[in-house]
């Protein structure tokens, strides 16, 4: 029953460094998200796949790049962190278009950019 | 274009008194609509959705909403607060012509106090 599994779950970076956030899951779920939460802002969509192979720009893709191999796993990768990337990220995943179907969220990574 | 607003930034209630949160949304076309909860240190969580079908909308843990086109608006309620409902509620919107494209809402904290 792990369903959609983010690591990590905590990472402090210095301005400039790059990372990569992973996104396992194991529903066979074909479209999986990455969003940002901000304080005050909701979430805001920064990049999607509807299967594997695809990658799509969401609502703020840019200092993002993702990648999408293999069906169950989904990254996210900042090549030059910057302080303004300092947010909650979360995966989510589901079987059909988002609009009309439930999203499965894994449960967070805290990034700090200093 | 697609919007949802959230009336209330926080809410606190006593346990076992009625919850109402509330909010509005703009569509452009026949919205889908949906409540999220997203516990501290956790992902968000469904707790129900309206898509064409019935305009009163039952979800988990005892949760209504009702959509209202006359009002542009789902408001979430419950009966009676239990303590385990502290946490944070967001409206998220959908239209059928937007692709994966969802809007959150930024979101309500619920306080529930003894």
């Known amino acids: 029953n792990a369903g959609v599994t983010q690591t990590p779950k905590f990472r402090v970076l210095k301005t400039g460094q790059s990372m990569t956030l992973l996104c396992a899951q194991d529903?066979?779920?074909?479209?999986m998200y990455w969003y940002r939460q901000d304080p005050g802002m909701g979430l805001r969509l920064i990049h999607y796949?509807?299967?594997?192979?695809?990658?799509a720009k969401g609502e703020v893709p840019d200092g993002y790049n993702v990648s999408r191999l293999k069906k169950q796993n989904f990254l996210l990768g900042l090549e030059s962190a910057a302080p303004s990337q300092t947010s909650v990220y979360f995966c989510a995943s589901n079987d059909s278009p988002g609009h009309r179907e439930k999203l499965f969220f894994g449960s967070g990574t805290q990034l700090s950019v200093l | 274009a697609q919007s949802v607003t959230q009336l209330d930034s926080h809410v606190s209630v006593s346990e076992g008194t009625p919850v109402l949160l509330r909010c509005n949304y703009s569509s452009s076309y026949s919205p889908s609509l949906f409540w999220y909860v997203q516990h501290p240190n956790k992902g968000l969580q469904l707790l129900l959705k309206?898509?064409?079908?019935?305009?009163l909308v039952k979800g988990i843990n005892g949760f209504e909403a009702e959509f209202k086109k006359s009002e542009t608006s789902f408001h979430l309620t419950k009966p009676s607060a239990h303590m385990s409902d502290a946490a944070e509620y967001f409206c998220v919107v959908s239209e059928a012509g937007g692709g994966n494209k969802l809007t959150f809402g930024t979101g309500t904290q619920l306080k529930v106090e003894l």
């Open positions: 796949s509807v299967g594997e192979g695809t990658t």
């Open positions: 529903m066979n779920h074909e479209y």
């Open positions: 309206y898509t064409s079908a019935a305009t």
